[in-house]
């Protein structure tokens, strides 16, 4: 059997073995700098709120732009490692220039750069995973995908917790040697990786519509759009801990831990997926996130606010590999860049307003307000996901 062929049901397909490694390394540079991105904001350059939620809105938004564009041609071309490679490269290069940067808007370009990679790399790559893996055993594949990268996410702020411990303060030169693993993430998938072209079809035309898709594809999306205008960047969270008064060198062990959670729960959801179906999981997570941002809203102790940032990994754990498990059961085999694409757009264009949103209210009216604006919008999102239905036992046409 070659080793990018459907894998039978105890093994993975070797590139999705690889592209979990790639996303482990790559999580490990990205997470020695993202945890501290609002302190270096606010108690460094001395911005506000408002400028968080435009970094990271702009940042999340450019990645979207980008994957919708980027799936589509992998589609056309038949062909997903070029992509890959590109993005990842790009990400590794520019990620690091956060330590150079002396204002906002040069922070704003550098996470310009590095959301840029990523929105040229993501959609190709989970249309490579979903290509070479059975559908049987999905819910797996993009588990053990998120995992490593949640692996990695923990690793990550570890190593920031011990750099800033043994050298306090030194944020810029921490954000600078995040370069060395961008560097082996970047040979990882220029020499490893494994296109498939003789089993990957290519799509008829390029084009980036939804014509390709049927209703519940649609319905899928729209809810996905109503639950990301809710759900603001992650650096909102780590705010709010420090505003309760968790210490600027812990947050990055707290956000280890955090994604120490994700990454065990990604193995189970993911498992839990192939046997339940995506839709289940994704209730079930959504409710939880509208559970915990409520909780947020009126959270006062610093124990209670680590404890319910811990159960929000349980939110990542259980839709991360459900919402794309869906992604790849709903649509055929010669449109899964673009449904990527899409998937990823639409979460990726709503980020920008979220961020911004939260952060102005956060900002004018407090953290209760901006907190529950957001569990109200993953209620929403709940509700119209029900009418979405039951994914057929084969795509829409």
Known sequence: MPPDSPSPPERLPRNVRLLGWVSLINDVAGEMIFPLVPAFLTEVLRAGPSALGAVEGVADSTSSLLKLWSGAWSDRLGKRKLFVVVGYATGALCRPLIGVAFAAWQVLLVRFADRFGKGIRSAPRDAMIADCTAPELRGRAFGFNRAMDHLGAAIGPAVAFVFLTAWPGRMRAL??????????????????????PSTTRAAKEFHLTLRPFGRRFRIYLVALLIFTLGNSSDAFLLLRLGDLGVPVNVIPLVWGVFHLVKSAGSLLAGAAVDRLGPRPLIFLGWLIYAAIY????????????????????????????????????LVGAEHQGLAFGWYNFVIGIAALPASLVFGGVYQAYGAPAAFLFSAGMALAAVIVLFFAGRPPRQPEP
């Open 175 to 196: 954000f600078l040697l995040a370069i060395v693993p961008g560097i082996v993430v970047t040979l990882l998938v220029l020499v490893g990786l494994r296109e498939r």
């Open 294 to 329: 409520a909780a947020f809203a009126w959270v006062t102790g610093m124990l209670a606010a680590w404890s319910f940032f811990m159960l929000y990994g349980v939110f990542y754990a259980l839709t991360e590999p459900a919402e794309r498990t869906l992604v790849a059961n």
